[in-house]
């Protein structure tokens, strides 16, 4: 008997071995898969900076050089220029978000006023509405009607509070215990102060995820850019890098060298504030 259960936890331990081994296989792979066009970008950045047709590429460049990065930053005056203003446009929407965002949360969660509900449906409904539906009218109004092309309020303004940033920040902020604000209040503060000295120290983990996927998103916006700006020193890096394409052949070298300096503020960002934007992950996910 005690032979027939060892034979039995043998077959058990080598059932769960091989689930692992297949486990990690299948993760490994798609890691691989999702991890190929960094290692393409990355490679290609140091390929050579001449003209390449899209029937020559390869996964490795025949020659390694740096001068693609040279040639990049030489190939317009403008070249750093962009860099500077997606770093511009991203920072002033970024600081927008989580000031307005969290503010209109705030109020959505803590504060009782008329018509609190039909607004935050209204917010909800913004939300469903997909991203493209809105670029005409919006662009009717910012380039039409206010004369704004080719300007940072134009790259800014639309994207200076989102619904869904004010939906995340309303969901966080009602788990913050009213009895709280109750007792500021009765110590003399009012909304704006409580809000400030209780509600934002204790809510750096969900403004800080608030700040990394606004500043993703920001930073990689293609659509938008390109409709509002024609000249070439407003363009952000998504737009300039477009510059790199020709009708027969490509920049590739310079254009990857560039997809690799636009990717360093991000890669900073993120792993400055990848100890709260982990821990937002988890918001929510533990009760108690």
């Given amino acids: 008997m ?3 259960l060892y034979s039995q936890h043998l077959h058990n331990k ?3 071995y091989t689930r692992d081994v297949i486990i990690t296989v299948v993760l490994v792979f798609f890691a691989l898969i999702s991890l190929f066009p960094i290692f393409y970008m990355l ?3 140091f390929g050579p900076d001449i003209e390449t047709a899209s029937t020559s590429y390869s996964i490795f460049p025949r020659t390694w050089t740096l001068d693609s990065y040279k040639a990049f930053i030489e190939y317009s005056d403008n070249s750093m220029r962009w860099l500077f203003n997606s770093l511009v446009v991203a920072v002033c929407v970024v ?7 969290s503010m209109a949360g ?4 803590k504060i009782q006023f008329k018509g609190r509900r039909f607004l935050f449906f209204m917010v ?3 939300m469903m509405i997909p991203y493209q539906v809105t670029q005409v009218p919006l662009y009717i109004l910012i380039v039409r009607e206010f004369q704004m092309s080719n300007t940072y309020a134009a790259l800014i303004l639309p994207g200076i509070a989102t619904s869904y940033n004010i939906f995340l920040a309303k ?8 009895a709280l604000l109750e007792s500021a209040k009765i110590e003399g503060c009012g909304h704006l ?3 400030r000295l209780i509600v934002l120290p204790l809510s750096k983990t969900i403004l800080a995820v608030m700040a990394i996927n606004t500043f993703l998103g920001s930073w990689n916006n293609f659509f938008w850019p390109f409709l509002v700006t024609s000249k070439e020193h407003m363009y952000t890096i998504q737009v300039g890098l477009k510059t790199f394409k020709f009708a027969n052949g490509t920049l590739l070298s310079p254009m990857m060298a560039g997809a690799c300096l636009s990717a360093v503020p991000m890669f900073i960002l993120f792993f400055a504030l990848q100890k709260y934007f982990l821990e937002g992950v988890t918001v929510g996910a533990v009760k108690g």
């Fill in 2 to 4: 005690a032979s027939g």
């Fill in 43 to 45: 490679t290609w950045s």
């Fill in 124 to 126: 909800l409904v913004a």
């Fill in 14 to 16: 080598k059932i769960r």
């Fill in 106 to 109: 705030y109020a959505f969660a």
């Fill in 95 to 101: 600081a927008g978000n989580v000031v307005f965002a």
């Fill in 193 to 195: 102060k409580a809000f």
């Fill in 171 to 178: 969901q966080f902020f009602t788990g913050i215990p009213t």
